[in-house]
């Protein structure tokens, strides 16, 4: 049993990112008058980060294995494209699009991934040019024009909300019954953990300590569908997201695969000796970054309902530093999908308090990159303590 | 009697957990060629480095007296002002510059910081010549042979106008020719009146050029002898590099060798991954019985670790020839992951680079090997992995409070421990221990001897290989000697001792 200093002591790195994550929420909070959590507004950070999330994700696996993509813009712009002849051009189904969308997004991380892992080209090398020629090969699937408006069947991925059958007039009750089952959902899962830990004799918080972070994380949770559920309810993206953290989780925490993973970034000698195919594992990373690329890009497209040869422009460059915010290194072998998730919704709340201030382009630039920098500097600063 | 030129007196430098030098004290006179010589981790290059400034004044105890005067160097850049120069055993010059580039890099012949490049070549021109050696200043370093590569060194060292050379294994990457040209060049320049410290392994090299030789082990002086007056046998000098009580270092041993061959090498050759005319094993044959610690000893770039990584799923050469046999069935390895089905470990001779994952905790590290063995389809069982690393922990005995720390914060003894508990979690039927000791204490060595004892009594093969021969000698049952990538002796342990070992150890094929 250890007491709070302790956790917060051992836990700096985590607690440090979901602390700022708070702080830059009350500050934009107050400096908004409050316009930052109301319920549209909380609507719209999640529809606008959902596939910078998304990104974030894939980057964050790739950054564990030690390497970097920078690519993933163009990706997503070309699968918008692709997404926008087969749709609208082809008129084909929407789910099959969004399935043939899919795979040649996988296709082309393993593209990428056989240059990397299998020629041991270095991977910025690989993903810069990457970046070129998809972004070409975007402007001509477009020739240059924008294709729209996408069928309603492919923007509820991104625009749509989740029905509510119950009719719950101004509050979306569905939601609400959402979120209840998904906080009893939690709270068997953490009751679950602590027995084990307890049986292991791992170091555990107090019982006081476990029930307050139980309850406020809870509270969160409620507090969150009830504030959705007063304007639209939960967006579907919002829970493609959901989908997407809990399932990477588990495969980094839980499996064979995301244990190999994470020793390939730490140390890819030794993992090599212990019997883990690195290469592979290089190989299959890229692909999965094709994969969530591809997806961003179908999510970015159905928002805008469009298909523009300047989309998915400088989404790397979010993705990475969400990643890096998140608590990666580039050094490989660190980091966890939802460090990536806060990263991202650091920097999407810092964009959206800011648009919301009326604060002009150039200025959010500038704000964003010393934030990035104070971030990595904070962790690095703290490591050499 | 010719006036001292450097003195260093008790010389003590510690490495956390390791005593590298204790009290060491070396007195070079003026224009002599003055050997060192010792086991590897002796202590040589940790002294050079000492005096050099590679290792800081104060991060060391003792004194060094230089030419009289007390100097207290805190980087190269003092040990050359005053024209001692050292030349380290892994070259260091630059492949891609050029030769004249390399000579005069960080003692650019410039002004105003615009590099005047025809006196830098002229000069190049001329330091080649001092070392015969005949080639354009302008050539790439990575164009010219390791042989003349090492004369580049020397040419870079005269244009500091060193007074005192010092050279760590010079002729290690050398051919015979390419060694006796540069010895000849260090009696040219004695002549001249410069000095020099020689560190090698090569016995027979330094009684034909050095004048005194000094015996380190274990981080202290041993002996030094004046070579041309006093007549010194290389057989004391050997007992003197080798020389300590073996006594109650070892564990108990309940030899349990069964008489069938569990694991055999047949006719094995292997070439430098990069150069393929390279050939860097010549038909190994060595085999190992159930139950049985078999040893290799053999000195640096003998060729031991390329032997333990090629025959581990070809994890080092591209170009491997010869046959490998377990229980008397042919086996072949595409890679690592064959190998270890096959029930073949390797213990990595350098734990932190190849054999644990550092920031990564004790836990995940012992079950990296076998993660089969705690999954489902794949999906982890962290019950049962906290309950075998904890299992473990005990087994192997690592100090650790936790088995959630991570093995950075862990001492050599326990990383160690991690990684032989990882491999013993793999359950293989051969264990290959690359120098499995080193750098760590005489109490750790002693528990992880131990568990090597476990492991053969329990028919376990174990293939220990070892630069610390009385490691060797007190754990196995049979030793291979291992000399410029040939098996030159096999040795039973009734026959076994440090000087026959170091014999056929020294031993060159080619005379």
């Given at each position: 049993?250890?007491?709070?200093?302790?956790?917060?002591?051992?836990?700096?790195?985590?607690?440090?990112?979901?602390?700022?994550?708070?702080?830059?929420?009350i500050?934009?909070?107050?400096?908004?008058?409050?316009?930052?959590?109301?319920?549209?507004?909380?609507?719209?950070?999640?529809?606008?980060?959902?596939?910078?999330?998304?990104?974030?994700?894939?980057?964050?696996?790739?950054?564990?294995?030690?390497?970097?993509?920078?690519?993933?813009?163009?990706?997503?712009?070309?699968?918008?494209?692709v997404?926008?002849?087969?749709?609208?051009?082809?008129?084909?189904?929407?789910?099959?699009?969004?399935?043939?969308?899919?795979?040649?997004?996988?296709?082309?991380?393993?593209?990428?991934?056989f240059?990397?892992?299998?020629?041991?080209?270095?991977?910025?090398?690989?993903?810069?040019?990457?970046?070129?020629?998809?972004?070409?090969?975007?402007?001509?699937?477009?020739?240059?024009?924008?294709?729209?408006?996408?069928?309603?069947?492919?923007?509820?991925?991104?625009?749509?909300?989740?029905?509510?059958?119950?009719?719950?007039?101004?509050?979306?009750?569905?939601?609400?019954?959402?979120?209840?089952?998904?906080?009893?959902i939690?709270?068997?899962?953490?009751?679950?953990?602590?027995?084990?830990?307890?049986?292991?004799?791992?170091?555990?918080?107090?019982?006081?300590?476990f029930?307050?972070?139980?309850?406020?994380?809870?509270?969160?949770?409620?507090?969150?569908?009830?504030?959705?559920?007063?304007?639209?309810?939960?967006?579907?993206?919002?829970?493609?997201?959901?989908?997407?953290?809990?399932?990477?989780?588990?495969?980094?925490?839980?499996?064979?695969?995301?244990?190999?993973?994470?020793?390939?970034?730490?140390?890819?000698?030794?993992?090599?000796?212990?019997?883990?195919?690195?290469?592979?594992?290089k190989?299959?990373?890229?692909?999965?970054?094709?994969?969530?690329?591809?997806?961003?890009?179908?999510?970015f497209?159905?928002?805008?309902?469009?298909a523009?040869?300047?989309?998915?422009?400088?989404?790397?460059?979010?993705?990475?530093?969400?990643a890096?915010i998140?608590?990666?290194?580039?050094?490989?072998?660190?980091?966890?999908?939802?460090?990536?998730?806060?990263?991202?919704?650091v920097?999407?709340?810092l964009?959206?308090?800011?648009?919301?201030?009326?604060?002009?382009?150039?200025?959010?630039?500038?704000?964003?990159?010393?934030?990035l920098?104070a971030?990595?500097?904070?962790?690095?600063?703290?490591?050499?303590? | 009697?010719?006036?001292?030129?450097?003195?260093?007196?008790?010389?003590?430098?510690?490495?956390?957990?390791?005593?590298?030098?204790?009290d060491?004290?070396?007195?070079?006179?003026?224009?002599?060629i003055?050997?060192?010589?010792?086991?590897?981790?002796?202590g040589?290059?940790?002294?050079?480095?000492?005096?050099?400034?590679?290792?800081?004044?104060?991060?060391?105890?003792?004194?060094?007296?230089?030419?009289?005067?007390?100097?207290?160097?805190?980087?190269?850049?003092?040990?050359?002002?005053?024209?001692?120069?050292?030349?380290?055993?892994?070259?260091?010059?630059?492949?891609?510059?050029?030769?004249?580039?390399?000579?005069?890099?960080?003692?650019?012949?410039a002004?105003?910081?615009?590099?005047?490049?025809?006196?830098?070549?002229?000069?190049?021109?001329?330091?080649?010549?001092?070392?015969?050696?005949?080639?354009?200043?302008?050539?790439?370093v990575?164009?010219?042979?390791?042989?003349?590569?090492?004369?580049?060194?020397?040419?870079?060292?005269?244009?500091?106008?060193?007074?005192?050379?010092?050279?760590?294994?010079?002729?290690?990457?050398?051919?015979?020719?390419?060694?006796?040209?540069?010895?000849?060049?260090?009696?040219?320049?004695?002549k001249?009146?410069?000095?020099?410290?020689?560190?090698?392994?090569?016995?027979?090299?330094?009684?034909?050029?050095?004048?005194?030789?000094?015996?380190?082990?274990?981080?202290?002086?041993?002996?030094?002898?004046?070579?041309?007056?006093?007549?010194?046998?290389?057989?004391?000098?050997?007992?003197?590099?080798?020389?300590?009580?073996?006594?109650?270092?070892?564990?108990e041993?309940?030899?349990?060798?069964?008489?069938?061959v569990?694991?055999?090498?047949?006719?094995?050759?292997?070439y430098h991954?990069?150069?393929?005319?390279?050939?860097?094993?010549?038909?190994?044959?060595?085999?190992?019985?159930?139950?049985?610690?078999?040893?290799?000893?053999g000195?640096?770039?003998?060729?031991?670790?390329e032997?333990?990584?090629?025959?581990?799923?070809?994890?080092?050469?591209?170009?491997?020839?010869?046959?490998?046999?377990?229980?008397?069935?042919?086996?072949?390895?595409?890679?690592?992951?064959?190998?270890?089905?096959?029930?073949?470990?390797?213990?990595?001779?350098?734990?932190?680079?190849?054999?644990?994952?550092?920031?990564?905790?004790?836990?995940?590290?012992?079950?990296l090997?076998?993660?089969?063995?705690?999954?489902n389809?794949?999906v982890?069982?962290?019950?049962?992995?906290?309950?075998?690393?904890?299992?473990?922990?005990?087994?192997m005995?690592?100090?650790?409070?936790?088995?959630?720390?991570?093995?950075?914060?862990?001492?050599?003894?326990?990383?160690?421990?991690?990684?032989?508990?990882?491999?013993?979690?793999?359950?293989?039927?051969?264990?290959?221990?690359?120098?499995?000791?080193?750098?760590?204490?005489?109490?750790?060595?002693?528990?992880?001897?131990?568990?090597?004892?476990?492991?053969?009594?329990?028919g376990?093969?174990i293939?220990?290989?070892?630069?610390?021969?009385?490691?060797?000698i007190?754990?196995?049952?049979?030793?291979?000697?291992?000399?410029?990538?040939?098996?030159?002796?096999?040795?039973?342990?009734?026959?076994?001792?440090?000087?026959?070992?170091?014999?056929?150890?020294?031993q060159?094929?080619?005379?």
């Open positions: 049993m250890s007491g709070l200093k302790e956790i917060i002591s051992n836990n700096i790195r985590r607690f440090g990112m979901i602390i700022a994550l708070a702080g830059i929420v500050l934009f909070q107050i400096l908004t008058n409050g316009i930052l959590l109301t319920p549209l507004n909380v609507t719209n950070i999640i529809m606008q980060n959902s596939y910078i999330i998304i990104l974030a994700i894939g980057m964050m696996l790739v950054i564990i294995t030690g390497e970097i993509d920078l690519s993933v813009g163009s990706i997503a712009a070309f699968i918008g494209a997404a926008g002849v087969l749709l609208v051009n082809w008129d084909l189904p929407v789910l099959l699009a969004i399935v043939l969308c899919l795979g040649i997004g996988a296709l082309i991380g393993a593209w990428q991934g240059w990397v892992a299998y020629v041991n080209i270095p991977a910025f090398i690989v993903t810069l040019a990457g970046m070129l020629v998809f972004r070409g090969l975007t402007l001509i699937v477009l020739q240059g024009q924008t294709i729209a408006p996408f069928p309603d069947g492919f923007r509820s991925m991104s625009s749509a909300f989740l029905p509510d059958p119950l009719n719950g007039a101004d509050l979306h009750l569905t939601s609400l019954i959402v979120g209840g089952v998904f906080s009893l939690y709270i068997l899962a953490e009751l679950k953990m602590r027995r084990t830990d307890v049986k292991y004799n791992f170091s555990t918080i107090s019982f006081p300590l029930v307050l972070k139980l309850f406020f994380v809870v509270v969160l949770i409620n507090v969150f569908t009830y504030v959705l559920a007063l304007y639209a309810g939960l967006p579907i993206v919002l829970l493609i997201l959901l989908v997407l953290i809990i399932g990477y989780t588990f495969v980094m925490n839980k499996t064979v695969v995301g244990r190999h993973i994470y020793s390939v970034g730490g140390n890819e000698n030794a993992a090599k000796l212990s019997g883990v195919k690195t290469k592979k594992m190989f299959w990373v890229f692909v999965n970054m094709g994969a969530l690329a591809a997806l961003s890009g179908l999510i497209a159905g928002r805008l309902n469009a523009t040869p300047q989309a998915g422009n400088l989404f790397e460059l979010d993705a990475i530093a969400a890096v998140g608590g990666a290194s580039f050094t490989g072998g660190v980091g966890t999908v939802f460090g990536a998730v806060i990263g991202a919704l920097m999407g709340v964009n959206n308090g800011m648009s919301l201030m009326g604060i002009g382009i150039d200025w959010q630039q500038a704000i964003k990159g010393l934030v920098l971030a990595v500097a904070f962790d690095v600063l703290n490591k050499n303590k | 009697m010719t006036k001292t030129i450097l003195e260093m007196d008790n010389i003590t430098k510690t490495f956390p957990g390791v005593k590298a030098l204790n060491v004290n070396l007195k070079v006179r003026q224009g002599e003055h050997a060192l010589i010792g086991e590897n981790g002796a040589k290059s940790t002294l050079m480095k000492v005096l050099s400034g590679v290792h800081p004044f104060g991060t060391y105890d003792g004194k060094i007296l230089y030419e009289g005067d007390i100097c207290e160097f805190k980087t190269i850049n003092d040990s050359e002002n005053k024209r001692i120069v050292i030349i380290h055993q892994e070259l260091a010059l630059i492949p891609e510059l050029s030769i004249a580039e390399n000579i005069f890099l960080g003692n650019e012949r002004k105003k910081g615009i590099i005047n490049w025809n006196e830098t070549i002229v000069e190049t021109r001329e330091l080649l010549k001092k070392v015969g050696l005949h080639v354009d200043p302008q050539e790439t990575k164009n010219i042979g390791v042989g003349q590569q090492q004369l580049v060194e020397i040419a870079k060292a005269l244009s500091k106008q060193v007074k005192l050379l010092i050279l760590d294994e010079p002729t290690a990457a050398l051919n015979e020719d390419d060694s006796e040209n540069l010895l000849n060049l260090l009696l040219e320049f004695k001249q009146g410069m000095t020099a410290i020689l560190i090698s392994h090569k016995l027979k090299e330094l009684f034909k050029v050095s004048d005194t030789i000094t015996v380190l082990r274990d981080g202290q002086t041993i002996a030094t002898y004046p070579l041309k007056e006093n007549k010194v046998s290389e057989a004391q000098i050997i007992k003197d590099m080798v020389g300590r009580d073996l006594t109650n270092l070892f564990p041993r309940y030899p349990n060798i069964k008489e069938n569990v694991f055999e090498v047949k006719d094995w050759n292997v991954p990069l150069d393929k005319e390279r050939q860097i094993l010549h038909n190994i044959n060595l085999n190992v019985k159930e139950g049985e610690i078999i040893g290799i000893a000195l640096m770039g003998a060729g031991r670790t032997l333990a990584m090629s025959v581990f799923g070809r994890s080092y050469g591209k170009k491997i020839t010869g046959q490998l046999f377990k229980n008397g069935k042919e086996i072949v390895f595409k890679n690592v992951n064959d190998a270890i089905k096959n029930g073949i470990a390797y213990v990595s001779e350098n734990r932190k680079e190849y054999g644990l994952i550092l920031i990564d905790s004790v836990k995940k590290n012992l079950t090997a076998n993660l089969k063995k705690i999954s389809r794949n982890l069982n962290a019950s049962k992995e906290a309950n075998i690393s904890e299992a473990l922990k005990e087994q005995n690592i100090k650790t409070p936790s088995v959630e720390q991570q093995t950075v914060n862990l001492s050599g003894g326990n990383q160690q421990k991690v990684v032989l508990g990882k491999w013993i979690f793999a359950e293989p039927d051969i264990l290959i221990l690359d120098e499995p000791t080193r750098g760590i204490d005489v109490g750790a060595k002693f528990e992880i001897y131990k568990i090597i004892n476990e492991l053969a009594e329990k376990k093969s293939i220990m290989i070892s630069s610390e021969l009385p490691e060797l007190g754990m196995c049952d049979r030793i291979y000697t291992l000399s410029e990538g040939r098996i030159t002796g096999e040795i039973q342990k009734d026959e076994a001792n440090q000087e026959t070992l170091m014999t056929h150890m020294t060159s094929w080619r005379s």
